[in-house]
């Protein structure tokens, strides 16, 4: 899925750059989680409707790492 629709998010192929990925479910939605490789980008893609929403958070690791848990569980 993220093969799909990373290169929109961050301008170039995302095969290869997927570090982590997650599945959750919240109130009957569906999120799919993943990290790429540093600069350490966030994306979480959701649907609702007919349509696809995509969030994304870029950052180095010394300022995604001090909220890393506050991203993750955004879903939560």
Not at 38 to 43: A, D, M, S, V
């Amino acid at each position: 899925m993220i093969n799909a629709f990373g290169p929109e998010m961050i301008g170039e192929n995302v095969e290869g750059k997927v570090l982590s990925s997650n599945v959750a479910e919240h109130e009957g939605r569906t999120y799919y989680q993943f990290e790429l490789e540093p600069p350490h980008i966030f994306i979480t893609a959701t649907a609702a409707g007919n349509r696809l929403y995509l969030f994304g958070v870029t950052g180095s690791g010394m300022t995604i790492y001090p909220v890393l848990s506050r991203l993750t569980s955004l879903n939560s």
